[in-house]
Structures are given as C-alpha cells and as structure tokens.
C-alpha cells in the first residue's frame, strides 16, 4: 500500500530564537551571535520516575527565586522565595487510562535512530525519535493518536513484512504529580519556571552534589509520563559547563580551543534531538557532558573567549561535529559506527602526524593486516595513554548475561537462548571497525551491527577489537577475550590525540583540520546552515 506523505522530504533546521536561518532555498537576513542564542538543555531528562524523586532548589548568596508556575486549575501564579523543593505526588486517576506507543526502531544511537527515522518517512509514515532508555522510532503521537489508528499501521507494517514494530502498552491507574514546596507550602503543577536575579540556580538532585545552573529553569512534561527539569542558558554560558569536562582540566590551550569550537558547532547542529520532548540537548553522553558553573575553570574560560561563536563548517553548513576521548590509533568514517550516509570530512585516518601505517596499501577490513596494526604502540598520537590498547576477558556465563539483557530490552526473539557457543567477528570496515559481530547461540545466530556489538557485551571499549576464545584443558569454551583499542566511537577528533597534536606546537586550527579535512572555522552568520536533512 502507499503512505499518505504528511511532510517535506528536505528540511532544514531553524533556530527558533533567531527565526529561520535558511528556509526552502531563502536566505535570510538574521544576524547571528553566540550571545543571542539560548539552548534549551535537559539536565535532569525523566523526574518524577520514582516517587522518591526530588529535586532542592535555591539561589547563590541571599539571591530571591521567581517560580512562575501554572496550577491545576490552568492559572498562572508568581511566588518567590530563597529556597525550595520539588517531590513527586502519585496521584490516582477517576479511572486507568492506556499509554501506549508503536515503537517501530530500537537503537543505541540517536545518529542510526534518525537514519531509521528518514527511511520510514520515505514511506510516507509520520515519526518520531524518542529515548525512554535506548534511542527508539515511534510513530508519530500526533498523527497515530488512537488505539485502532495504530493498531491498523501495526497490521499493516506486519503485513508487509516488517517483524520488529511492537506496541508498547500499558494501562496506568496513576500518575506522577510535581509538587512545588515553597515557604512551608506545596503547589501541584505540570509547568514551573524558575528564575534568580543573579541568573545563577543551585540545583541538588536527590542526594547528589548540588550543581549550579546559569540561566533559567523549566519543569515541563515529556513524552513519557514524568517530567524532564530544562535549563534555558546561553550558548557560551553553556560552553563553560561543557569545555572543561569534555576535554580535562590540564587540556593544553589549543587542544581547548579545538574543543570548544567543536562543541560549540556540535550544540548547535544538535538542536533537534530532543524535538519530541520540546527541549534541545541533553547533558550526558548521548550529546555533551554538561556540569552547569560548578567546575568551571580559567583555562577552558579563556578558550571559550579565544573562539566566541566560532564553528566549524563544511559548505557553508555545520559539520557533524564528532568527536570521543580516544581513537585507538585510527579515526573512523560515519558510516562505520552507524547508519547513514559518510560525511565527506569524516575520514578514517591513522592518528598520528608520522607515517606509522599507510590504510591505503593495507586496510584494516582484512583480520590479519587489522592484527598486525594492534600490535603497534609507539608513533600515535594517543600512545601511552590507558585505553590506547587493552585487553578485556569476560566468561561465558557473563558474556550470555550481557546478551540476554540486551536482546530483552530490544525485544528480540532469541532473548530466551540458554548459552552462547561460539562468537566471530564477520566484518570489518577499512578503518578496522566492527561491522558485523555474529554470535552463535543455541537458539541461533544473532547479528550484531556495527555499534550495537559495543552495547550488547559489558567488555568492549569501542568497535576496535578482536576476540580471542579461552578454552580449558578439555578444549570447552569458556570465554573470550577482547583486544582492541580506543574509547568511544572513533568517528572525528580524538581529545587526547589533540593533546599531543596542541603539545607539537599545532594551533586548534590545524588540529581540527587534521581530523576533519576539508573545513573551514567561522563566526556565527547568517549564511551558515546548522543542520539539513538529506534528500
């Protein structure tokens, strides 16, 4: 059957604050500063959880608190305060109510979660990326609104032979309820923002260290039932909380200034990862760690003011700005780690700026060639660092744990095998990468694709590994070993790489041409595309 098409088959990414910055072949005559712009981050993405949840808030010195909130009855109230708290109140519902989604996609990436996302709009059906826990596709709340709407597109996508959609469904009989406690009195809200006079908020998660937040904050709802606390703060604000723990405290100055410019263009070509919960970024991992003002230090500060609203560009378009701790000798292409179409500046590089290995004459993608790099440590950038090259051994009890919870949580059907027999790395791209990992169990083989190897076994550090089996004195199979190299994803820059890179006397501008070749450092303009779906 052919899908109704309910959206553009190009877009364009528009700042919201600064109106659209490229529209359908328009230019748009919009200055653009770093200081105009405001992010929209999720530091605290599922509250309300756990009924335990809370969250203490309060401002700097003897700093008052605004709290703008909206109440249940749909007014709007202003209060202020030094301090306050917010819990969580289950509240019963008049009678249970269905939350259910058709969750089309399960993935450990938002970048192979969005190429998913592409190739069901290219049917002409409405989604979504989400991320209960793993990135997932659903299709789109919205459009899919009733239970016999999706249940239809269920019947229908099965009937064209799709296996994996599921409906996610349960019935909830309560739900969570925010609670503002302030001056001794509590005020149930689903929309609160909070403001201080010093733009400074300290925020204590639970029995966490507090933070300390510029900007504004706002609990709002999410698509999951509970709440996510947003801190609305300025771009190069935000730098300050993202630069020193991304690439260390004692970073050699041009290796924080490649840092900053790259995570400066990494925020703003991410804007849209977080669309189906109205907020832009998150602060862990899965975008940039980010600690707000605590930890913020003179160093990553004078970078931040070295670089003010410069980003890298390809095109006049912002680069996919990649980049993971350590590369493991050689730097990987886009396509390597997950789906979607290669970058023209995202190469695989051996990481060094001496002629150690020619990828070229011997390309990793063959097992015997990729052994033979691994053995190498001297001459790289990241030589002598810890996770360089390691070596990890799992048995097979633990190796079958990991599987069958990963193979569970994604809904797999072999997620009740019994034991793993035999593991074997099936294919490699040319920079070494796993692409195929194919684990035989005794309920069949399950396939393993690119970066899904990493997230279905504890061990492995990155995608850059081989095994080896551990046999006992009865040749019984009774483990393996991983040997690899690098942390992280390997795709872009290698933060310790730099390091050595910035120690040679190299500027954050040859650096970043190092590693993404090709392209060009500019200021904020109006000429500059953040980000452009492909067609």
Known sequence: MRWPSLFLPSRLFCLGSLGCLLSLGTLASVPVQSKDITLKVGIVQQFGNEDRDQLSLSGTGNDTLTFTLVNLAGQTQTLEGKQATITINRQGLSQPSLQEYLVLSDHATF???????????????????TQPERWQVWAKRSTYGSAGVRRWLLASLRSQGYDFPYLASRMVSAKPQ??????????????LTVSASKNQIQVTEGQQKNQLYPGNLVLQPNAYGNYTLVNQVPLEAYLRGVVPHEIGHNAPANAARAQTIIARTYALRNLRRFAADNYELCATTHCQVYYGLKDANPEADKAIAATQGQVLTYNNELVDALYSSTTGGVTAKFSDVWNGAD??????????????WDLAQNSLEQESAF?????????????GRKVFRWRYTASLKELTQDLKDYLAKRKHPLANFTTIQNMQVTRRSPSGRVLLLTVETDRGPVELAKNEARSAFGPPRSTLFYLEPNYNNEKQL???????????????????????????????????????????????NPRLVFWQDSP
């Open 111 to 129: 970048e192979t979660a969005e190429d998913n996302a592409k190739q069901w709009r290219a049917k002409g059906i409405e989604v979504e990326v």
């Open 178 to 191: 925010a609670i503002l406690v302030l001056n001794g009195q509590k005020y149930p809200t689903n929309s």
């Open 343 to 356: 970058r023209p500046y995202l190469k695989a590089l051996i990481d060094s700026p001496q002629k150690v």
């Open 371 to 383: 052994r033979k790099f691994m053995s190498l440590q001297e001459g790289f950038n990241e030589t």
């Open 478 to 524: 009774l483990g393996f070993t991983f040997v690899g190299g690098g942390l992280g994803h390997g795709v872009g820059m290698s933060q310790f790489g730099s390091y050595r890179l910035a120690q040679l006397g190299w500027s954050a501008e040859k650096i970043l041409e190092f590693y993404y070749p090709g392209t060009k450092i500019q200021s904020l």
